[in-house]
T-cell receptor, first 111, second 115 residues
Framework: AQRVTQPEKLLSVFKGAPVELKCNYSYSGSPELFWYVQYSRQRLQLLLRHISRESIKGFTADLNKGETSFHLKKPFAQEEDSAMYYCALSAMNTGFQKLVFGTGTRLLVSP | DAGVIQSPRHEVTEMGQEVTLRCKPISGHNSLFWYRQTMMRGLELLIYFNNNVPIDDSGMPEDRFSAKMPNASFSTLKIQPSEPRDSAVYFC?????????????FGPGTRLTVT
């Protein structure tokens, strides 16, 4: 079965510092990877997906198949980035129909 | 559009009681997903529908859980009888297609407490 691991429950940084939210997965094939975010008092929403290779709100994530990782990075954190971040995976053996989520990392950006 | 609507937002019930959670997906979306979020297990997919038909219910924890989607604009998740370990936040999400390449739009969640 596929599994997504986010080793940090809480990541606390100062404004302007670089941020890296770690995500590792276990799956032998080629997965689709996603980052979802939940800001305070808002709904869970898609931040970015690896197939789009895009930067959203300054965040990027690169799929590293050798290390089975999909870490989320931002060079300069902003206070408004404080939120709960979830890494998620879907796989061919489920027809890319099911999302498997990690347990999430809370990012706290202090002024 | 108000997005995905869930009701109630909070539910407190006693063990053994029946609980029904409701979801209205975004108009035009043909796929609907039910998730459960707990501290221990995070966010887990329970069941999902495509065009009102259940596709995969392998995530439903046991027979006490059931879900229906009688039409394109309404779905229910029922727990009967409820137990304290069912306490969690239950999310409904909808999307334009069943593949995960389609963004899933989440509702605000229903926080269920079973005493």
């Amino acid at each position: 079965a596929q599994r997504v691991t986010q080793p940090e429950k809480l990541l606390s940084v100062f404004k302007g510092a670089p941020v890296e939210l770690k995500c590792n997965y276990s799956y032998s094939g080629s997965p689709e990877l996603f980052w979802y975010v939940q800001y305070s008092r808002q709904r869970l929403q898609l931040l970015l997906r690896h197939i789009s290779r895009e930067s959203i709100k300054g965040f990027t994530a690169d799929l590293n198949k050798g290390e089975t990782s999909f870490h989320l990075k931002k060079p300069f954190a902003q206070e408004e980035d404080s939120a709960m971040y979830y890494c998620a995976l879907s796989a061919m053996n489920t027809g890319f129909q099911k999302l498997v989520f990690g347990t999430g990392t809370r990012l706290l950006v202090s002024p | 559009d108000a997005g995905v609507i869930q009701s109630p937002r909070h539910e407190v019930t006693e063990m053994g009681q029946e609980v029904t959670l409701r979801c209205k997906p975004i108009s035009g979306h043909n796929s609907l997903f039910w998730y459960r979020q707990t501290m221990m297990r995070g966010l887990e997919l329970l069941i999902y529908f495509n065009n009102n038909v259940p596709i995969d219910d392998s995530g439903m924890p046991e027979d006490r859980f059931s879900a229906k989607m009688p039409n394109a604009s309404f779905s229910t998740l029922k727990i009967q009888p409820s137990e304290p370990r069912d306490s969690a936040v239950y999310f409904c999400a909808s999307s334009l297609g069943v593949r995960t390449t389609y963004e899933q739009y989440f509702g605000p969640g229903t926080r269920l407490t079973v005493t």
